[in-house]
């Protein structure tokens, strides 16, 4: 008996030190918003793209 009770205890102890890491996060704040607004300008760029496309192949209808 003693033995699933450390088995229980084991698992536990993991699952929450599993939980505690999942939560964390490398990065602090200013990252995070850099890293944000980065992809954000990406996305505006692939767009404008995307609508100068649309542009020139309405254009040529």
């Known amino acids: 008996m003693a033995r699933g009770n450390q088995r229980e205890k084991a698992r536990e102890k993991n699952l929450k030190a599993q939980a505690a890491q999942k939560s964390k996060s490398g990065k602090t704040g200013f ?12 996305m505006r760029k692939k767009q404008a793209a ?12």
Request: charged share 50%; proline share 0%; glycine share 8%.
């Open 50 to 61: 995307a609508d100068a496309k649309k542009q020139g192949a309405g254009d040529k209808k």
């Open 31 to 42: 990252e995070m918003q850099r890293d944000k607004e980065a992809v954000a300008e990406m």
